[in-house]
């Protein structure tokens, strides 16, 4: 009976989305705000991810709003609405960071490994360095709102082809080669961006997530 | 370890080794190392937690953020104002 309950409370959901769906298509925006409200923070968190907290966020999230009005006539319901609206709000957020100006945004020399090393490359003192907490306890630091902080800090501090090869691989779950598609870059090259993110945001991180064996 | 990648080398070589985009050689090398050296293994780890991480630090809020709502609010009053189809 739960299950049944489950299904029908589902094609109520779905059957009521279609309707939505179709009223916003023709016009209505009481019903265009009605769809798109309940998914409206992920829409918005998927944009800012790439873009960062800036003014463009909005700029790309109302263009994203009106490309998912615009082609609702062409959602044809094999995806889930909400994955579909926000495949457009990550194409509108990249299509905003490729017009931007990008001055400074160049290779960066930052170290790709976590030192201190000796001059043949070897840690020094590595039974006094911290371990790495992977377990659930370390998950729990998440919820810590300081942590949070301290990661988007760090990825704002990433230049923007050093982020936007972290937030797709790493948060989207891309592909590396369409990553590479996407940018226009060698394969190799989104490698190495993704790494020297990886480092700088792990040596940040060290504060919440290493546990202190020093 | 003088005949094994440093600790230096194999860190800067992570992410190619995770993808198996590195010659066979080369991965044996790290592959080895990552078994003797405690501080690297620990690298990788934090590698491979970090998206996992970011993820739920970076998940969408509970509440709309009022940027969002403002965002929805005029498009909304955009298409109020077209002529309906």
């Given amino acids: ?18 309707q939505l769906i179709k009223q916003a298509a023709a016009g209505d925006s009481d019903a265009f705000g009605a769809l798109v409200q309940p998914h409206l923070a992920l829409f918005h968190n998927g944009i800012q991810r790439i873009l960062g907290n800036t003014a463009d966020t909005q700029d790309a999230l109302q263009d994203a709003l009106m490309s998912i009005h ?80 301290c990661l988007v800090r760090a990825l704002d501090e ?45 040596a940040r991180l060290r504060t919440f997530v290493l546990g202190g064996r020093s | 370890m003088t005949l094994l990648p440093s600790c230096k080398d194999v860190q800067t070589h992570l992410t ?12 044996i090398g790290i592959w080895i190392h990552l078994r003797l050296c405690k501080a690297c293994a620990g690298f990788l780890r934090g590698m491979r937690a970090l998206p996992g991480l970011a993820k739920r630090a970076l998940a969408p809020p509970k509440e709309t953020p009022e940027a969002a709502v403002k965002a929805l609010a005029d498009v909304q009053g955009m298409l109020s104002r077209r002529p309906k189809v």
């Fill in chain 2, 16 to 27: 190619e080794y995770a993808e198996g985009s590195l010659p066979l050689g080369r991965r």
């Fill in chain 1, 70 to 149: 615009r082609d609702l006539p062409r959602f044809e319901g094999r995806s889930r609405f909400s994955s579909w609206g926000y495949r457009i709000c990550l194409n509108a957020a990249l299509m905003v960071r490729r017009s931007r100006i990008r001055i400074h945004d160049m290779e960066r020399s930052d170290a790709l490994a976590i030192g201190p090393f000796n001059d043949r490359g070897h840690h020094l003192e590595p039974e006094h360095l911290p371990e790495w907490q992977v377990e659930a306890q370390a998950h729990d630091l998440v919820e810590r709102q300081e942590m949070r902080e």
């Fill in chain 1, 158 to 202: 990433l230049p923007d082809s050093h982020r936007i090869v972290f937030v797709l691989k790493d948060l989207e779950d891309w592909e590396t080669e369409d990553i590479a598609r996407h940018l226009q870059v060698a394969s190799g090259t989104v490698r190495q961006r993704l790494h020297r993110s990886r480092a700088l945001l792990q």
């Fill in chain 1, 1 to 18: 009976m739960v299950a049944a309950d489950t299904d029908s409370g589902m094609t109520e959901a779905s059957s009521n989305e279609s």
